[in-house]
């Protein structure tokens, strides 16, 4: 693993928490991607991993780069006019990170099930799983229920028809 | 200033397809919905699609997906409700592409009621 | 054609593919330390598709691969997206961007593409509508204010601290 930067290092134009009001959507959102309580999350639930130095570092780096991405899109949408559009932004957000956690989750389980379990994939389940958390109280439970029904609907339909036809002689 | 001379806004409503391909700037012509009438060779080689692919689609929802959103879609449809359309933004275009920053003009011709999009790069 | 998780293995093993991401970032201007960042996503990309290849690619897998597969253009859809929006809210808005929002959609955008050449398009073009309409907020599930229902949760399971 190449040299590892904290986007607070990185010279990235950091957000400015202070034009935030903590109780608008764009400032819970800015509060749900603060670095320390990810970092805290990220800890306890990779304890028990049995982990490489490289492989924390990774997760590391892979959980300051969601802090850094759920507070510029709070940035991005701070006006007071935009927060109808955040909202769906969110659950666009959380839909996104609930498909990378339950991509590592199949990955864990099918690993489980035919060769030894790859603890870098279930730590960064973990850490997608912390971070959803972190994003899932911005979005009401009918609202990520649906959603979620819906695109496994969607995923369920997108084997063509002719998929087996064509390969089966 | 705009990018956009006024000779083509006035020639706007019976511009020709050869006289929409030798601008140096991109020339879309679209519907109140947004469906692709004309699309100019600009326009399509800078967006790397083939002209037969862009008209007929939409360009917002279809062609190109990164203006669908409030900043430009939004300024478009609401331009089109009023029946008043004539603004000029910056933007960065990032589908299948590298970033490629442009200034866009939207106009609808007051008296055509057509409704046009302007592209043109623009420097970093 | 029956898509294979040794051809996409091979795809994503190419170096071209992580050269697509980083020029994406060079041509966005981004500075040193973002380009290691854009290097870790990279291969934090790479890394993913290469895991579900190996998981998924026994005999009889090939179904729940190509589901996995599209939801993985879905992830990067809506990535790019977001990115997208990002980028040009800074733009419309200051009348700049940072050079990593806007390298990270094109690279997204990017990896979109090399995955979507191996899926239905179809199928493709109905899980773009939902994501467009998703970020538009003009989906249909998001249209209406949810009652109160303390019983549902859409909660993800399995989470470690659990």
Known sequence: ???????????????????????????????AGELGPIDDLMTAAVSSLKLSD?????????????????????????????????????????????????????????????????????????VSSAILGRLEDLLSPQHRDQLSQHAIHLLEGVLPASYHAANSS | MSFVNDT??????????????AAPIGIVQVDDQGAIKLYNKWESEMADVPVTSAEGRNFFTQVAPCTNNRLFFGKFKDGVAQGALDTEFN????????????QIRLYRHPSSRTNWVFVAPRAA | MMVSAS????????????????????????????MSRLTAYASRRRSAILDVCDALGAEGDEDDFYRTLAAVWLELRFEWQR??????????????????????????????????????????????EFAAQLIEGTHGLLSSEPAQDPHASGRVCCRAEE
């Open chain 1, 1 to 31: 693993m190449s040299h590892i930067v904290s986007p607070l290092d990185s010279g990235l134009q950091s957000p400015q928490p202070n034009t935030l009001e903590p109780d608008t959507l764009a400032g819970r959102l800015w509060a």
């Open chain 1, 54 to 126: 490289a492989e924390l570092a990774d997760l590391r780096l892979y959980a300051e780069e969601r802090s850094w991405a759920i507070q510029a899109l709070a940035e991005a949408f701070q006006q007071p006019e935009d927060e109808p559009d955040l909202y769906p932004t969110i659950a666009s957000f959380w839909l996104e990170l609930r498909f990378d956690w339950q991509r590592h989750n199949e990955v864990m389980n099918y690993a489980a099930t035919r060769m030894t379990p790859l603890p870098r994939v279930v730590g960064h389940g973990a």
């Open chain 2, 8 to 21: 083509i806004l006035a020639n706007l409503p019976n511009m020709s397809r050869t006289e929409a391909d």
């Open chain 2, 91 to 102: 933007y960065t275009f990032s589908y299948k592409m590298k970033p490629t920053n442009v």
């Open chain 3, 7 to 34: 051809r996409l293995a091979a795809l994503v093993r190419d170096p071209e593919f992580a050269d697509t991401v980083l020029a994406h970032g060079a041509a966005a201007a981004v500075s040193p330390e973002d």
């Open chain 3, 83 to 128: 990115y997208n929006l990002v980028s040009n809210y800074g733009t419309v808005r200051h009348g700049f961007s940072s050079p990593l929002p806007l390298a990270l959609a094109s690279a997204s955008s990017a990896l979109m593409a090399q995955v979507e050449s191996l899926l239905d398009d179809a199928a493709l073009a109905r899980l773009a």
